[in-house]
Structures are given as C-alpha cells and as structure tokens.
C-alpha cells in the first residue's frame, strides 16, 4: 500500500487538499491500495473557508514509495508567515533524502522552498505568487503558466484545480494511463494534459469526454492495443451497433476505432524506437504484422482529426483549467 500524507497548513485550501485526496481515495476504491493521512503541528487546522478540519500530529513511518503533499493556503504575495515550524520542514527533507516523493499544491511550494526542495530545480506554483516565489528562491527555476512541473522527486503545481491533475499524473506514473483516466473518469473531471510537456499519452488525450460507452471502448481497447480486434465485438462489449459505436466515438474523439488503436500503437513504438529498437521490431511488439504499416504511420505530417466541436454536447462540460 502506498501511503499518502497531507501536511496541513492554518488557512489551507479545501479544494486544495480535497481534490488531490479524492484521486487517491478513488483509486483505492478501484483497487490501487492508498492510505492517506492527513498531520499537522497541531490537531485543529482552520481553513481558508471557515471550517476547521482534524489532524494528526504524529507522522507515520513512510517508505520511499509513499508521497507527502503540501496543499496550499490562502496568502497575498507570500508575504504572511507559511504555519509550518522548522521540524515539519525537516520531514519533508528528510522523506525526500530517503528516496521520497514530495509534492505541493499552490502556495505549498513556499514549504518546499523553505525547506531548501526547490533549488537547481524546475517549479511552478499558482499564478498569483509565481513572481514572489522566484525572488525568494533564486536558485530554482520557477516554470510560469503550467498546471504542474515534475523535477526528479519534487513535484509542484498550479494549485486549486490543478491539485488534481498533480494527483491523476502520479497515478498515471504508478499505474499507467488507463488507470488515471479511469479515476478521472469516475470523479466525472478530465484527466488533462501536463501543461509543461507538449506530448502526452495517447489514453489521455483522446479522454476530455463524458460518452460513458465510449469510456467503456477505449478501456478495452487501452488493454488490448497489441491484439486485432474486431469492429463487431467491441461494439457488442459496449451495448452499442457497429454503426452506433463508429458515430459516437468519432464524435467523442475524433477518431473512428481502429485510428484510436493506431495511435496507441504509433506511440508505444516510438517509444520503443526512442529505446534503440529497429522499426520492424517495434512494429511487431505493438501487433502490426510487419514495419511498412508503422512507416505509413510514422510518415503522416498531418494531425489526425482533432476533437469534437465545443458546441458538441459531449464537450458542454469541460472545466476552465485551473
């Protein structure tokens, strides 16, 4: 099981502290064991919306595979004093120094950078405080304008809403693109892209829908990229006529099926290739028959049709990004 630990700050963020602890919590719900704990320096932490929630004040033992997170608090300019006495600190060093993940959310990246996390290091934090946050810190590198910046072991993010998409991203590191994309899909939010890469997984990038059907095929698909799947038993597996499950995945993604399996099999191969392996060894490993497919493939300078329209009512419900 891996453990997460929330350090709680007078004057945290709900949101925060509550987006990134529902990701974790749905993933234990399908089947990834997390156990979360949430400690402070003392047990009653006020928040920034006028509700006092309950903490801690003994750390548990952690491992290197556990995860600390720093949410962050309501603060003008990091001008207030950051609630976290130095030996609070000193566990965050220390975790980090023992093979640790440690992360934050908005403001929390003032914690990280007290406690000396952040420098020679690529960080961002809410866009309010990005400017203050480098004058602090001038040894790290503050990233503007992204939801989050992994740096080795030291992840930072936007903060508010982006606290999730931190949390669907170390999901994704632990248990791959599908299982993020799953927790996204149950907590009904859209496992988005990292604002600080330009690339992103294929399973991700094609998922900024609400067509629980086409979830469904894009699932089976994910776990079966390699194989040759027929048209008329994935639409079967769906509840779905072949015709039906055509229409509503193109308009849901903008790919028919097989493109959508193409690509996840373009991807792995280019990772592969990336790796040192020749062009027809990568084609069979990702299930193409021989290399010329994955040239064909590899060839394309045009995109692939993009997403369905924004007045499309699958897309009625994006969020704003945070």
Known sequence: MTRVVFLLVPRLHLLDLAGPAQVFSTADDLGHPYGITYVSEREDVPTAQGITLRAGTDWPVLTPDDLVVVPGWRTRALREPVGIPGPLLDRLVAHHDAGGTVA?????????????????RRCTTHHDVQDQLARRYPKAHVVRDVLY??????????????GIDLALHLVALRHGAASAARVAREMVVFA??????????AMLR??????????????????RYTS???????????GLSER???????????????????ELRLEHAEHLIAQGST???????????????????????????????ASAPARTAVPAPA
């Open 104 to 120: 934050s959310i908005c403001a929390g990246a003032d914690a990280l950078g007290r406690a000396g996390l952040l420098d020679g």
């Open 149 to 162: 910046v992994t740096d080795g072991r030291i992840i930072t993010s936007a903060g508010i809403a982006s």
């Open 244 to 262: 039906s499950l055509t229409r509503h995945f193109t308009h849901a993604t903008g790919l028919t099926p097989l493109r959508y399996q193409q």
């Open 206 to 223: 094609h998922r900024a829908h609400l067509s629980d059907a086409v979830h469904h095929a894009q699932d089976l698909i994910d776990s």
């Open 228 to 238: 040759v799947l027929r048209l008329s038993d994935l639409a079967s597996a769906v």
């Open 192 to 201: 988005r892209r990292n604002g600080d890469d330009q690339q992103h997984s």
């Open 279 to 309: 062009v027809e060894s990568a084609a069979r490993a990702v299930g193409f028959q021989d290399a010329r497919m994955l040239r064909r493939l590899r060839g394309r300078t045009q995109p692939g049709p993009g997403p369905a329209p």
